[in-house]
Nanobody
Framework: QVQLVESGGGLVQAGGSLRLSCETS????????LGWFRQAPGKEREFVAA????????YYAESVKGRFTISRDNAKNTVYLQMNSLKPEDTAGYYC?????????????????WGQGTQVTVSS
């Protein structure tokens, strides 16, 4: 089993920055992908960014490309999401997810392991 715990959410003004962390524990898959998704009230959960646990491959949603950066620290078993130039439309619950290996996916059903989420609110 894989456990994921997010932290780092909060309230920030538009244009500001936040860094989310996702600490992983339990069984880990060296070939897994770690992803960040977000869900605003009344909307479907959407892909934000993902990174392979090994190698340098990353992938971003168009809406965050150039503003968000995903990275990992293998020694700390932690994945980060640096969010800059935040906009009110970035307001959502942010969730960390892991798959069991294979390619990066952009659909929630491709990730069997999920954290409980952390709230990000961007005021205008």
């Amino acid at each position: 089993q894989v456990q994921l715990v997010e932290s780092g959410g909060g309230l920030v003004q538009a244009g500001g920055s936040l860094r989310l962390s996702c600490e992983t524990s339990g069984r880990t898959f060296r070939s897994a992908a770690l992803g960040w998704f977000r869900q605003a009230p009344g909307k479907e959960r959407e892909f934000v960014a993902a990174i392979k646990w090994s190698g340098d491959f990353t992938y971003y949603a168009e809406s965050v490309k150039g503003r968000f950066t995903i990275s990992r620290d293998n020694a700390k078993n932690t994945v980060y999401l640096q969010m800059n130039s935040l906009k009110p439309e970035d307001t959502a619950g942010y969730y960390c997810a892991a798959n069991g290996g294979g390619a990066i996916g952009v659909r929630p059903y491709e990730y069997p392991y999920w954290g409980q989420g952390t709230q990000v609110t961007v005021s205008s």
